[in-house]
């Protein structure tokens, strides 16, 4: 009895720096710009004026659209290609696949600020700047969905040989076997490749800013560093009720779906 | 599952659609693009209504940040998207100047004559103007008089010295709030201090750039001075903690004039002086920031063309609402109060009118950014109670003496 | 006749030629099209374009550029700054691995325990993962002034953004509360594969815990850690928002950690050439970071199979 209490007291203690900074980061923005300073755990003063002033200064609505549709349409791309890469590199043999595979896993060493120049002049050469195409197709197709096939394969390969066995019996060709067998059985792989994906998307902050100039197209981590006074200086209420509006809806989906989200990614595989 | 692909493509073209969209912009009338760096509303309606008038092209303004404004900048120019004209901080003013990255001006100008030479100094090479100085902005400093006669201390006036101005502010320090701020130094942008060790004649390096200012006995006396009054006296706040003037936490801030309409709803009483004297005497230091036009812009004719509109005299008399103009006809105290409501007329004479023709511009210098980075770095041992201020200015020229050689 | 034959001869071959192996070959290049085709259109494409811009000098500004061979790589071999930054970039991933790896399994060992609630600890240490870096670096910036939360809340406290240990200190403290949640997820998650038949046969054996979990549960989650380590070791040495917004590389140089340098280089200093210079040594030294992990498996990873 004695040990539980002390592990609930050494977990309610370690917990305190994982959930002070995002409890305060909503009860400030619900402050006034008086008491942001002060540093009290709940506002004296309720203010939720930063809240409109979120909207007046920025077309966020418009922002928050834009990550939303962004990060969906990545994260389908996503699970697609990296379904299919991940189960061509898993279960099917064809010649130079290994070195294949290798060469596709180097998008997982290399940061983004390495090749960002390079991507700019070639979307700019396009005509695709200011777009969000740049942030769509390059999380699809490179590096960041390098590691959703990482995962995908490492999944693929723990079903059992059979598998493509009966499929064939069953007159399904290779094709057929990915995507009426081996698709289906892989939602907790593909799951964790979801959550992954959407929240790498959703948390892109380089590349829109490189890509994007006007407000109606910015997303919300370029948005947030746009609460400004007309002299640079941050408007913390202000950025920070934007940052929980970023924030909460993300927190509140977990927490219902929690034990969807932690088990996919348990299941991935990774563990060997 | 099974509809996972075509709901994929069908997700892409709504996309591609959405985005789509929003680049149908313009058709028609020529299109110029200008980079700023305010937000402001007040300031984008005054601009779009200006732009307005101009009938040959269609003109935007787009706002990057301040403080990633010239990075942006130059990555968007790498990239090939750069705008058509843009604004520039006097400290990049040489690298752009320099460079060749910009069109030349003087001819597109409206009475170029009688812009004040001590504003267009910096933009100018070989006699060509290559930016117009908008924006001249001097230094001054706020003073929370009730915080000051709460600590006892008499209100200073003009005249004023540094040991003055220190001493007040420690005794405010004293009674809980905090001293003298220097605007937006936060012991890390080292520019905004030359305000202070222009007041004993110290220089970060030589008039024509080559030589380390400073391990020189002016600098290491200002910057002595300094360090004493912050660790000391305490009559600075300390490296990190951030005080609002604005909210009335401080006895004084140097600023800035612009700045003025931060105290629009202010709680407490102030006035406004010019800088304090140093040991080397009266001085002033001004702010600036130019426009220029992109000499690569496929449009750069039209540009320049829309640059002498934009600042010709009627709407340079519109911008002097905010930006403080380089026009001596216009530098005058009826048409700095009008858009100055805040500030008293002698208020106005004293720091910006008298404070322009002789100010010394921030300094600046080729290949700025890596220059004060480097500075910076050498100079935080500096901000520490026991520094040896000679050793660290003297580690300071080691590092950035082969960068001013280039 | 023979035209006829031979006709039929060659139908023959033609289907012959497309066989099960055949067929199944091309459905696997088609599969991984896509990923290749991105692959080498936004990843290696790019790094070429960054390796050749390493070898020019390249003046933004000016609109010059001019190819100087070597010069930027003899450049990157003297150069002091790049000295420091290298020191900060081994105490800063070195100090970073080994906190998020210990937290990580130490979290999970801990939620691994019979008691009731540890879903909602799980959701709670979970949670900073799925917050915006930006909002959490922002947060975490001004809770860590001298007169922020943090001094608040213990009374008191060091300026830790502006002490040269203090600084580099916090930079890993923030990225590993942001990110641990993940690891100890997939500790936890291998955790619970360990058979718990092993750890009664160890008790009876009068093993005590340290030497189960010693003999035991490490070995039986090797493949994990290793996963995890890879992972986290490559992601340190991309960590750049968060010295961006808290530290900007200071004080002096002590948080200037490769990336860093890097992005100071190419971008506010406009040194694009020396930029991509120091790229492809940061490639080159996570390219060889995880070979000699990976290579390191057959060693302290059990059960390979």
Sequence with gaps: MRRKLILYAVLCVLCVPFVFPTWWMITTSMKPISEVFDFSLIPQVWDLSSYARVFEMQPFGQQYLNSLYIAAVVTAGTMAVAAMAGYAFARIRFPGQNVLFVVVLVGLLIPSEVTIVPLFQMFNRLGLINTHWPLIVVPILGAPSVLATFIMRQFFLTLPGELEEAARVDGLGRFGTFYRVALPLARPALGAVAIFTFLHSWNLYLEP?????????????????????????????????????TAVPILVVFVLAQRHFIEGLAHTGLKG | MRALIPAVALLTLAAACGSGAEQTAQSGPATLRMSIWTANEDHLKLFNEIAAGYTKAKVTFESIPIDSYTTTLTTQIAGGKAPDLAWILEGSAPDFVESGALAPLSSKIQNAAELAPAATRLWQKDGELYAYPFSTSPFGVFVNTDLLREAGKKVPAKGWTWQEAMDAAAAVAKKGKAGLIVGDWDYKNWTNLATLWEGWGAKAWSEDGA??????????????????????????????????????????????????????????????????????????????????????????????????????????????????????????????????????????????????????????????????????????????????????????????????GS | MAVLTAAKAGSRSASRFWTVRRRDNLVGYLLIAPQLAGSVLFVLLPLALVGWFSLNEWNVLAGTFEYVGLDNYARLAADPALRDSLTATAIFSAGLVTLNLTLALLLAVLLNQKLRGT????????????????????????????????????????????????????????????????????????????????????????????????????????PTILLTSIITVVGSLQVFAQIAVLTQGGPGTSTTVLVYYLYQQAFPFHHFGYGATISVLLFLIVGALTLVQWRMRRKWVHLET
């Design chain 3, 119 to 222: 879903v909602v600890f799980r959701a709670l240490f979970f949670s900073p993962v799925l917050v915006s870096l930006v909002a959490w670096t922002i947060v975490w910036q001004f809770l860590l002034q001298p007169n922020g939360g943090i001094n608040a809340l213990f009374g008191g406290g060091p300026n830790w953004l502006r002490g040269s240990g203090t600084a580099m200190l916090s930079v890993i403290v923030v990225q590993v509360i942001k990110n641990v949640g993940l690891n100890m997820v997939l500790f936890l998650a291998a955790l619970q594969g360990v058979p718990k038949q092993l750890y009664e046969a160890a008790q009876l054996d009068g093993a005590g815990a340290w030497t189960r979990f010693r003999r035991i549960t490490v070995p039986l989650i090797s």
């Design chain 1, 209 to 245: 800013i490189v890509y994007l100039s006007t407000p109606d197209m910015f997303t919300l981590p370029q948005a947030l560093t746009q609460f400004v006074d007309a002299y640079g200086g941050p408007l913390w209420n202000v950025q920070l009720a934007a940052a929980s509006m």
């Design chain 2, 211 to 404: 030589t380390c200012g400073f391990n020189q006995p002016p600098m290491v006396e200002a910057m002595t001075f300094l360090h004493k009054s912050i660790f000391t006296d305490k009559a600075l706040p300390g490296p990190g903690e951030t005080v609002d003037f604005y909210s009335g936490d401080a006895a004084m801030i140097v600023t800035q004039i612009s700045r003025a309409s931060l105290l629009k709803d202010a709680t407490f009483d102030w006035t406004l002086l010019p800088l304090p004297h140093g040991p080397a005497g009266e001085y002033s230091v001004i702010g600036q920031a130019g426009i220029g036009v992109i000499k690569k812009s496929p449009n750069a004719e039209l540009a320049a063309d829309f640059l002498g509109y934009f600042t010709n005299a009627e709407n340079s008399a519109k911008l002097a609402q905010y930006f403080p103009p380089a026009r001596t006809s216009q530098l005058n105290v009826e048409t700095l109060a009008k858009s100055n409501p805040l500030l008293k007329p002698e208020q106005l004479q004293a720091v910006v009118i008298d404070g322009i023709p002789n100010g010394v511009v921030k300094p600046s210098h080729k290949g700025q950014e890596e220059l004060i980075q480097t500075a910076r770095a050498a100079l935080d041992p500096l901000w520490q109670p026991g520094a040896d201020v000679k050793a660290v200015l003297d580690g300071v020229c080691t590092k950035i003496q082969p960068l001013l």
